[in-house]
DNA sequence: GTCTATAAAAAGATAGAC
DNA sequence: GTCTATCTTTTTATAGAC
């Protein structure tokens, strides 16, 4: 019971539960957004009170600061973990699709937090204002090199980022309210031949 | 000072006073979304106090279930003014999104509102599934007429629609944040471009 | 039709015991 | 580290005066 001292017990616990605050805490945003969400739900998830769960995170705000974070160190880890696989930046896309159409609380999450985010004096505005400029740059890089020095089908390549990111983001949200009505994937795959059909992403 | 037979000075006042508060509904609305916005502040704008408004709706709800109906009016009205300019289909919808570069109030609201509606038990949820489906119905219904047989680029004139309807939202909300590095109108017709090369939507 | 007063509930946050 | 108690504010909604 004695702790060992290279990494003390106090701090994995601590850390462990901060995580575990984090995970229930995306999902409460998912469900009901933000301002929707209540410390005391997320408090129910792990089984503490509203102020256990004050005890490590001062605040709503910091709370949401911090679930942000994990979820940009997860699709780092998403990221590579499906980039492994995937031949082409266009397949990368693809899979990264197929995969998220498994996770409908991640999608609805970013969905939900993302358009609440334009909102007046909204915490997470700034994060997402400069999440998607920095997505925007790294897809317009992946293409330049991926498709060479001839933009696809006469667009640009950072008009093919945006594009690309428009299409993910409005699928998502037509499939969130009707999953069975809209093939999400298929329909990626669908944008992704008509920007550049000769490479086309194979059908699984 | 008595009042007409035909048309009574209180319903016509009445009517007007409705519409005014409707009105504000959708601003704030579209500043802080449905969860963010309290009557109170709707009320304020109209210059009435927050009972003042629930004498014309009675509860916050029934306020969002008329704001939604209000919508539906406008974007009707907005659409054959629009559609009565427009030689085509594609032009129509480019004229669409120019007209929405300029109204980004509007924007705004059906960007937060359509994506809180995805939370749990949220109460425009029905409404939005109904709307998009509709809306995929339509828009399907137009390329065929318009396409022909053939459907453009081998895309089914059913996915193209669904296709459409995702990036003008997924620009939409880009743009919300970053009106100044997204070229909503521009990128449209990028995208128009790319399912319909031949019949170009010409640039203004 | 519009207001004041007020109830009732919800939610964020602090203080302090254990 | 976690809890109970409590404060404070906000917000929806009702009751009733004018």
Redesign the pocket.
């Known amino acids: 019971m004695t702790r060992p001292p290279g990494r003390p017990q ?1 701090r994995a ?2 850390e462990g ?1 901060r995580t575990a605050i984090l995970r229930a805490a995306l999902e409460v945003f998912a469900e009901r957004g933000y301002q929707g ?4 739900i997320v408090a129910e998830r792990v ?6 769960v ?3 995170f ?4 910091d709370l949401l600061a911090n679930v942000l974070a994990l979820r940009d160190q997860n699709d780092l880890d998403v990221l590579l973990a499906t980039a492994q696989g995937s031949a082409t930046t266009l397949d990368f896309l693809a899979d990264l699709v197929e995969r998220n159409a498994e996770r409908p609380g991640i999608v609805q999450s970013f969905t939900v937090l993302a358009a609440e985010s334009v909102t007046q004096d909204h915490p997470a505005r700034d994060y997402f204002i400069d999440r998607y400029a920095q997505t925007r740059r790294m897809l317009t890089t992946m293409l330049e090199r991926e498709l060479g020095g001839d933009p696809p089908r006469g667009v640009s390549h950072q008009d093919a980022a945006t594009l690309l990111i428009a299409v993910l983001d409005g699928l998502q949200q037509q499939w969130l309210l009707s999953p069975d009505e809209v093939d999400m994937p298929a329909l990626l795959r669908t944008f992704l031949r008509l920007i550049h059909p000769e490479a086309d992403a194979n059908p699984q």
């Open positions: 106090g616990g601590h539960r969400a209540t410390i005391a089984g503490l009170s509203q102020q256990g004050l005890h490590y001062p605040n709503k705000q």
